[in-house]
């Protein structure tokens, strides 16, 4: 076993479509588990979501999918349905955001495999549809996002609760798993969606202070809640975040920017204690007023080195990212030969272990692998896979 | 061993302070493990963190250390570190997000204890420190998020890097200490927060796109990329999010808003076909003008059952929540007596093992379990601990 793969000897079976069960399958792929897509013949929802390759090939799809192998098999099919039930049954693991199709609940397969180990998404606990978008909705979220002069929700762009609850299914299945491995007994996990965002939101203590707190937390714009953080324009025409959390950050923003005599008579104005992060929270559009001409005197160059510890970084989007050495200088990063959509860099998984970075491998092309699975894990002949190629039961 | 709590028998030792490092501790210990979380005497910087309860005690704090033990030692001093080198001896797993004192480096402990897992979070890769909101404004999310006639960027409220960031440190020690299971061998896990959003920002084609294709993804405001979805004003001053995924939803949207004709004539006028995803996405503006009247006619209760498969939610704040039984109706909610803090609603895991939800466990009280675990860990008899105590080596 190498000890840069963890995972190595972990198979799962992962019956999923668009983000947080393909992430999950991913995560455990990426550490050296045998993670096995199967799809309905001709691919699932998912296949040509947006962003597009130039190809017309799906990044979303390919980005997501790396590292597995991938089976197509007529789900809609009595006999397909046998086939990937014998292929979970083999392998002892499925992960799934599908309805369970007949032949392929958790009693049926736990009937065929006793130890089974089943994790599945839902969207809401009770079986009814969500997304990230509408979770997002439901949660309160977008009414403190956006800039402070706002009316109405402002939606994120990352798809943060899909990448939770995707992260959150292999923790899970690896759980369950490690219990099997000690104990010898399956289960049977699921996770919503609505709960991964509700507990969120509970961990970080936006619900209790909506229970507890008299005042509601405000739409904040680029501030950062409960201390000093903000952005700020440079003399280059570029924006930078800065932030304090600590003392020892705001003693060092005080002396970068000169302006400790300032702040001493702001604090014996407004007899406030800078060094206390509640009122640096409550007099931040002061603070920032005050240290907005030092950021606008300067480049974002000429700040390198200059802030001490303090918390900084500048703004920059997408296509800098792929300009300024960013992905090209990132050891996290691999030059992917992807078929279909061509070479291009590539994250490798961002779990290092024993200082070695693992590189990105291709997303399969679909189907790829139905003969070597069918090989591999049911024994079937190639005359075998054949025919059921010739029913239609798996795919080309 | 109990079903409903996979890791029982698991132990990790937690130097960790702040989001990421302590949520992926809380999220082992809300599977079953024993985690226990040893700060400095006094507390870590994260102690007091925004938002605080009534009394003044951190919301924060308490959310993100839900069901641990608490040890406080004097790190600063020989005698202290040696303690805490011994616990990790004992347990063989520990978390942190701290830079390594003596005698606490990885070498140092792998010297005492060779098997031993050691996970560590760092901000940058090469130990240049990094946050949620510098991390986030390095990437590009906030270019691409708030509303559509908004300059500059936009951060998230969420901090969605440090809950991956968590995410990922308990998949990584759940896979590095399965290796050790099946094999006997310990290992070194690094992550960090940046590599973290760099890879999920790759894994969900942002990155390829921005090396791939000609035109940047714009800012979307509230419309979702690559297929229709966008939020809706409607008749009770209320708005919802509205989402098309599929031919059926938007078929349903179609049938339910009684706009079949509008929207055939509408294909027939702009040589569109509506069935497909990057039509809707290049209408969007079209297609959200015709279907906003329909909403700004309706009551949201009135929405309720009336739009098929269509994708959708209300938009409700954090306050709202609590009044609406969202909190008090849910499964994952549990009333929890918080010493310091007063009875609240708290989430118990998202991940639910055989259909048996586990209520929220209270966090600990700092240091409240100093004498426990080190006459467990330690055999140290209460004599010993008091010892260490009067010397300041261990806390109250």
Redesign the interface.
């Known amino acids: 076993?190498n000890?840069a793969a963890?995972?190595a000897?972990?198979r799962v079976i992962e019956l999923s479509s668009y983000?947080a069960s393909p992430?999950g399958g991913?995560?455990l792929a990426q550490?050296g588990a045998d993670v096995i897509r199967v799809d309905q013949l001709g691919g699932g929802?998912d296949l040509?979501?947006?962003?597009?390759?130039?190809s017309g090939r799906?990044?979303?799809w390919?980005?997501?999918n790396?590292g597995k192998r991938s089976v197509t098999a007529d789900l809609r099919s009595p006999a397909g349905r046998e086939l990937v039930a014998a292929l979970i049954t083999t392998a002892g693991i499925v992960l799934t955001n599908a309805a369970p199709r007949p032949g392929l609940t958790y009693d049926d397969l736990r009937e065929r495999r006793p130890d089974l180990v089943y994790a599945r998404l839902l969207g809401h606990?009770d079986g009814r549809?969500?997304?990230d978008?509408?979770?997002?909705?439901?949660?309160?979220?977008?009414?403190?996002?956006?800039?402070e002069d706002?009316d109405?929700?402002?939606?994120?762009?990352?798809?943060?609760w899909d990448?939770?609850c995707g992260?959150?299914l292999?923790?899970?299945l690896?759980?369950?798993?490690?219990?099997r491995?000690?104990?010898g007994?399956g289960?049977?996990?699921?996770?919503?969606l609505h709960?991964?965002a509700?507990?969120?939101?509970?961990?970080?203590?936006?619900?209790?202070?909506?229970?507890?707190?008299?005042t509601?937390?405000p739409r904040?714009?680029?501030h950062?809640?409960?201390?000093f953080?903000r952005?700020f324009a440079t003399a280059d025409g570029r924006?930078?975040?800065v932030?304090v959390?600590?003392t020892r950050h705001w003693r060092d923003l005080v002396a970068a920017s000169g302006l400790a005599e300032v702040m001493a008579a702001l604090e014996r104005a407004l007899g406030a204690d800078f060094l206390r992060?509640?009122d640096r929270?409550t007099y931040r559009e002061t603070l920032g007023g005050v240290l907005s001409p030092w950021f606008a005197g300067r480049t974002v160059a000429s700040l390198d080195g200059a802030l001490g510890?303090v918390?900084?970084?500048?703004?920059?989007?997408?296509?800098?990212?792929?300009q300024d050495g960013?992905?090209r200088d990132?050891?996290?990063?691999g030059e992917l030969a992807q078929p279909g959509?061509?070479p291009?860099?590539?994250?490798?998984?961002?779990?290092?272990?024993?200082?070695h970075q693992l590189p990105p491998r291709p997303a399969p092309e679909l189907g790829q692998h139905t003969d070597e699975v069918l090989g591999e894990l049911l024994s079937m002949s190639t005359t075998e896979v054949a025919r059921l190629r010739a029913q239609g039961v798996v795919g080309e």
Request: hydrophobic share 45%.
């Open positions: 076993m000890d963890p995972l000897g972990l983000i992430l991913m995560t550490l929802p040509g979501r947006w962003p597009l390759a130039p799906s990044l979303y390919a980005g997501l790396k606990r549809t969500a997304v978008y509408t979770v997002n909705a439901s949660l309160g979220f977008p009414a403190i996002t956006g800039p706002h109405g929700p402002v939606n994120h762009a990352l798809p943060a990448v939770a992260l959150y292999a923790v899970g690896l759980a369950a798993e490690r219990h491995l000690v104990t007994h289960q049977r996990l699921e996770v919503a709960d991964v509700l507990a969120t939101a509970g961990n970080l203590g936006y619900l209790a202070e909506a229970q507890l707190c008299a509601p937390r904040l714009g680029n950062v809640f409960g201390d953080g952005d924006r930078v975040m932030l959390l600590t992060e509640a929270y510890s918390l900084w970084a500048e703004y920059r989007d997408f296509g800098e990212l792929v960013t992905l990132s050891p996290l990063m959509i061509g291009h860099l590539a994250p490798g998984p961002p779990l290092v272990f024993g200082g």
